[in-house]
């Protein structure tokens, strides 16, 4: 998981997802949810490493600023935990809290490789 730590790689991830599809990971560092949704993310990118997408993380607390830009720019309400499809610099899919599934991922992104 790559990790936003500023509107630079916020940019980055944007300009990414216009190659190919990415994951962005809103990630709580003090709730036991986000940290449960943090461990099914991060499994999934394992388990699909040679065909997953890339998975872009921001810490919400640390680094609100990226986190209100991403909401902003994506037309996305804020939750945490939560992962949002990125295709071609537009939200295609997004799930919050125990939402947060490898499958349901994989899902997301086989509907959106359509």
């Known amino acids: 998981m790559k990790e936003l730590t500023g509107p630079q790689d916020w940019e980055a991830c944007l300009d990414a997802s216009i190659q190919k599809p990415v ?3 809103k990630h709580s560092t003090s709730c036991p949810i986000s940290a449960a949704a ?3 993310v991060t499994e999934y990118g ?3 490493a040679e065909d997953a997408p890339d998975i872009f993380m ?3 607390i640390e680094n609100r600023p990226v986190s209100n830009q991403i909401a902003d720019d994506l037309a996305v309400q804020h ?3 939560q ?3 990125v295709k071609d610099k537009a939200a295609v899919w ?3 809290h125990h939402g947060v599934q490898g499958d ?3 899902e997301a992104l086989e509907n959106a490789s359509r």
């Open 23 to 25: 994951f962005v990971f």
């Open 38 to 40: 943090h461990d099914r």
């Open 46 to 48: 394992r388990q699909n």
């Open 58 to 60: 921001v810490k919400v």
């Open 79 to 81: 939750q945490s935990p």
């Open 83 to 85: 992962i949002i499809l």
């Open 94 to 96: 997004s799930a919050t």
């Open 104 to 106: 349901r991922m994989q």
